[in-house]
């Protein structure tokens, strides 16, 4: 792919919940078949091949499974691995969780985000779904882009609007 469908880069890794008993099953994305070299570009076939508990299903297909400090200006804000995702159509993954949420039932999510600086990005999107390959109800939209080169923590309270066992990533260009 050219650096123009790579242009709206941005970066997600280590969600979990602060309440409950629910887990993410590969919230870190260390659960992963890949070579232990960045894999970029690849097609959501082929990432989901590689990435355990973890579904790609975005209309760009154009996932990155990244551990180096040499690609997007740094190396993982936890653990050894983080996933990126572009926007310049929709990329969406679903990650799985150990249980589902219980509708009506207020949880609090934290996740890290970060932008590759040489790239515009567009605010991050965060949903629960029912399903591993659907965007299901948006629970939160990130107020900003993410910040260059800068893991950013973001957390937020929300009310289950579903018994969705899926929370899904969204980065998507058609955000304002």
């Not at 399903?131 to 957390?155: D, F, L």
Request: hydrophobic share 40%.
């Amino acid at each position: 792919m050219n650096n123009l469908l790579k242009s709206l880069l941005i970066t997600i890794t280590l969600l979990s919940f602060s309440s409950y008993s629910q887990n993410f099953l590969n919230g870190s994305f260390e659960n992963n078949t890949a070579p232990p070299v960045d894999q970029i570009n690849l097609t959501n076939a082929a990432f989901n091949g590689f990435m355990s508990n973890t579904n790609a299903f975005g209309t760009t297909g154009n996932m990155d499974i990244i551990r180096s400090a040499t690609w997007g200006g740094g190396g993982p804000q936890h653990c050894t691995w983080y996933v990126a995702l572009t926007g310049a159509a929709t990329d969406a993954i679903a990650m799985t969780l150990s249980a589902p949420l219980i509708a009506g039932t207020t949880y609090t999510m934290s996740f890290w985000d970060r932008k590759e600086a040489a790239f515009p990005a567009f605010p991050v999107q965060i949903s629960l779904s029912t399903t591993n390959n659907s965007i299901g109800t948006i629970i939160y939209t990130a107020p900003a882009a993410p910040t260059n080169n800068v893991w950013t923590q973001r957390t937020f309270t929300f009310v289950a609007p579903n018994n969705g066992q899926f929370v899904v990533a969204i980065q998507n260009a058609g955000l304002t």
